[in-house]
């Protein structure tokens, strides 16, 4: 898996397949892919659903890692380790995340810590951040401000989620500057659009992007056929 994402980034198509290199991309992971994906006599069909449901498994694992590599206790880690997560990859300079997370530590002297289920919960929100943003400027417009109470609301209705009241509590000490239990909208969102992408700024870098547009365009050419027939 390390292999494939590394052959999807502008680093690793400079160095796929070079046998000069040592970074050539093995063909057993292909197959391994492909075998999955179409069966062993590779005449099956992949339905969007069943690659969904890879793509969903993946994404569990990749994080289960993340959590893992912080060492549970019990089956927790600390609010300070699950900052950190927040903030790797979100393009926050060295200074500023380093302050954030000693501010942090120090709010949470009494760690309660947070499960795997409170963070894969969080980050399952993150996935849909861009329906958030959305959900978010509306409540805004409204009048109503970002506190806790509209964040778990968003979550539960955007992403089918239950964000606990500690996880909140976390990364409102994280995020709120001024300590007025508000967020900053943009500044947060912005900041958690830079994460999911784990530092991939353009969307060059990333197949899944290339193939999902394609699908799309694919869709709109059979949709307009069938919209208008040939005489």
């Not at 993946?58 to 893992?68: A, G, W």
Request: aromatic fraction near 10%.
């Amino acid at each position: 898996v390390q292999s494939i994402i590394r052959s999807q980034t502008s680093m690793g198509m400079r160095h796929r397949d070079r046998s000069t290199t040592g970074n050539t991309l093995k063909t057993g992971f292909n197959s391994a892919l492909t075998t999955y994906f179409f069966g062993a006599d590779l005449k099956g069909k992949l339905t969007i659903s069943h690659f969904l449901e890879f793509q969903r498994k993946l994404q569990h694992d990749i994080l289960k890692l993340e959590f893992e590599r912080h060492d549970p206790v019990n089956g927790r880690i600390t609010e300070r380790q699950f900052g950190s997560m927040l903030l790797a990859y979100s393009g926050v300079q060295s200074k500023k995340l380093t302050v954030m997370l000693k501010q942090l530590k120090k709010h949470f002297q009494d760690a309660v810590g947070l499960t795997f289920e409170e963070v894969e919960n969080f980050f399952t929100f993150l996935k849909n951040i861009n329906d958030v943003d959305t959900a978010l400027s509306f409540y805004h417009m409204a009048g109503a401000s970002l506190d806790k109470d509209t964040m778990q609301q968003v979550a539960k209705t955007v992403a089918k989620v239950e964000l606990s009241d500690h996880v909140c509590d976390v990364v409102f000490a994280l995020f709120d500057c001024d300590g007025n239990g508000e967020l900053s909208n943009k500044e947060f969102v912005a900041i958690m659009k830079q994460r999911l992408m784990r530092g991939l700024e353009k969307p060059k870098d990333m197949g899944f992007t290339r193939l999902m547009r394609a699908m799309w365009k694919c869709a709109q050419e059979t949709a307009w056929d069938f919209a208008m027939p040939k005489q």
